[in-house]
Nanobody
Framework: QVQLVESGGGLVQPGGSLTLSCTAS????????MGWYRQAPGEQRELVAR???????NYADSVKGRFTISRDNAKNTVSLHMNSLKPEDTAVYLC???????????WGQGTQVTVSS
């Protein structure tokens, strides 16, 4: 079994930066990919960024050029570096991990990011 623990959320002014981190803990697993999703009040959950163990990345169009996802495979940690934050980035950000060989998805509890002056 896997537990995902997120950190780094908080309140930031428009144009500011935050870095979110997520670490997978447990035993007897290997991770195929990790990523970040977000869900704003009254809206559906959406993919923000994802990275595979081989380093392949996917980004939502709304964050391209502003957010960067990175991964430390040895530590089973994924980070999301968020720059030039906008009020519309305000959401609960959730860490996701897909395991091998089952390809089952696991989710963190979420961390709040609020962009406001």
């Amino acid at each position: 079994q896997v537990q995902l623990v997120e950190s780094g959320g908080g309140l930031v002014q428009p144009g500011g930066s935050l870095t979110l981190s997520c670490t997978a803990s447990g035993s007897g697993f290997n991770i195929y990919s990790m990523g970040w999703y977000r869900q704003a009040p009254g809206e559906q959950r959406e993919l923000v960024a994802r990275i595979s163990s081989g380093g392949s990345t996917n980004y939502a169009d709304s964050v391209k050029g502003r957010f960067t996802i990175s991964r430390d495979n040895a530590k089973n940690t994924v980070s999301l570096h968020m720059n030039s934050l906008k009020p519309e980035d305000t959401a609960v950000y959730l860490c996701n991990a897909k395991l091998v060989p089952t390809l089952v998805n696991y989710w963190g509890q979420g961390t709040q990011v609020t962009v406001s002056s």
